[in-house]
């Protein structure tokens, strides 16, 4: 079984495999009581938004790992993939700048990584 932050960074590799833009991992371990980590990007269209979910979904199937809740639709411009310590956000890049999680999240670390 893998760790959070693993689980976190296979996620981030699957959307970059997908050419999700802005990739980042934000590590919000003492910050948030809920999940220790979010993967947040963005997708250009419906079908790349619903590309990028099915590519995380599969890859973290491959390590064992199952979605616990899965909201939202390609269609709504946002999906959010639960984890458990990790949250996946995918927006569109309108949705992304009006949720703005990084800024609300403004105290969590980001994980630079070349994904």
Not at 42 to 61: C, K, V, Y
Request: hydrophobic share 45%; aromatic share 10%; net charge negative.
């Amino acid at each position: 079984m893998i760790g959070g932050r693993e689980l976190a960074m296979t996620a981030a590799r699957a959307a970059a495999k997908k050419k999700a833009i802005d990739v980042q991992v934000l590590d919000l371990q003492g910050i948030f009581p809920v999940a220790d980590y979010f993967v947040i990007c963005s997708g250009r269209n419906i079908p790349q938004i619903a590309a990028i979910a099915r590519e995380i979904q599969d890859d973290l199937a491959k390590e064992g790992q199952r979605v616990y809740r899965r909201q939202g639709t390609p269609e709504s411009e946002w999906v959010l993939m639960d984890y458990g310590d990790v949250i996946v956000h995918i927006f569109s890049e309108q949705m992304r700048q009006f949720y703005n999680l990084e800024h609300l999240w403004g105290d969590a670390k980001v994980i630079s990584q070349n994904f």
